[in-house]
């Protein structure tokens, strides 16, 4: 009865060790799917921030003065490339600007020439220009 036992018991375990086995490559097989979903999951997620090629070309300019203008902008901005569209932004009541602008530059280029210099000026005024960034939510 003891030798049943035994045997019993060795059978038993074998067969939980290939159980264990059989289940640790189901296991490394679910990770694998997990680890993938979790990257589809991660990319999904950043793919609604990827940098798309208007991130890359735009501008941020701060510390502006209040009284500045499209034109101005133009002006001094022509110098390092040529810009698709300039974008001031405004209080709520529109009476007055934010004291921030976004360029939009037709290369992304003409970032680094900008960001390259090391003091901006417009109307008498030190502007600080920066790489522009995705908005996040």
Not at 93 to 109: M, Q
Request: proline share 2%; charged share 30%; aromatic share 8%.
């Amino acid at each position: 009865m003891i030798n049943n036992e035994t045997i019993s018991n060795n059978d038993q375990r074998s067969s939980e060790i290939n159980n264990y086995s059989t289940n640790d490559n189901i296991d490394n097989k679910k990770d694998e799917v997990l680890s993938n979903n979790n990257k589809e999951t991660i990319n999904r997620s950043l793919n609604r921030k990827v940098s798309k090629p208007d991130d890359e070309r735009t501008l941020f300019v701060g510390q502006l003065s209040s009284d500045i203008t499209k034109e101005d902008l133009q002006t001094y901005f022509f110098n390092f490339g040529s810009i698709e569209n300039i974008t001031i932004k405004w209080d709520e009541s529109g009476e007055r600007t934010r004291c921030f602008a976004f360029i939009l530059f037709n290369d992304k280029e003409a970032i680094q020439r900008v960001l390259n210099v090391q003091l901006h000026q417009i109307n008498q005024c030190q502007i600080v220009p920066k790489q522009g960034r995705p908005r996040r939510r």
